[in-house]
T-cell receptor, first 115, second 111 residues
């Protein structure tokens, strides 16, 4: 069964450094998402992306965050200058159709640790 | 705004016991409802879904019914196995297409 893949599985970065988290969505999917889960807390929506532009973003997704689909297969999340509070598990998700009825398919996540 | 509330965990059961994990939601419209499961060290996997009132989602022996009158989507299984040990997330998707998750409920099943 096709799956969403994320790399790396664990990223350790010094505070203030830039980090790029990578995702390869399922190949025929057109809608892409990033979520994060701070340890012990809820999974929170960050951003949705369709047709090469952001569809919606949460208040967490400030100017330090950006997303890009640089080619036909990758979908990246960049944090420009990391803070300690960015430490979390980051999940990428995708789906092939819009609308609330279609389920999103998730990757295994990247654990980001900021020192 | 829209929100999802789940029962606190952990839920600890013996194998073959009956499972209920409560989930209630608040939404202005008519959302779709989902249960996702996260096994240790893995990502979120869709377990089941329901897209309108009175729909019942089912998969792998798990069931949940979309109850509009009580704004609930409780997860049930008649006989749990050790392999069902995981964290279970209730979620809704509104017209904006994003998922809104509950806090997750950890299930531990012992032989």
């Amino acid at each position: 069964e096709p799956e969403v893949t994320q790399t790396p599985s664990h990223q350790v970065t010094q505070m203030g450094q830039e980090v790029i988290l990578r995702c390869v969505p399922i190949s025929n999917h057109l809608y892409f998402y990033w979520y994060r889960q701070i340890l012990g807390q809820k999974v929170e929506f960050l951003v949705s992306f369709y047709n090469n532009e952001i569809s919606e973003k949460s208040e967490i997704f400030d100017d330090q965050f950006s997303v890009e689909r640089p080619d036909g297969s990758n979908f990246t999340l960049k944090i420009r200058s990391t803070k300690l509070e960015d430490s979390a598990m980051y999940f990428c998700a995708s789906k092939n159709q819009g609308g609330p009825n279609q389920p999103q398919h998730f990757g295994d996540g990247t654990r980001l640790s900021i020192l | 705004g829209d929100s999802v509330t789940q029962m606190e965990g952990p839920v600890t059961l013996s194998e073959e016991a009956f499972l209920t994990i409560n989930c209630t939601y608040t939404a202005t419209g008519y959302p779709s409802l989902f249960w996702y499961v996260q096994y240790p060290g893995e990502g979120l996997q869709l377990l089941l879904k329901a897209t309108k009132a009175d729909d019942k989602g089912s998969n792998k022996g798990f069931e949940a019914t979309y109850r509009k009158e009580t704004t609930s989507f409780h997860l049930e299984k008649g006989s749990v196995q050790v392999s069902d040990s995981a964290v279970y997330f209730c979620a809704l998707s509104d017209n904006t297409d994003k998922l809104i998750f509950g806090t997750g409920t950890r299930l531990q099943v012992f032989p």
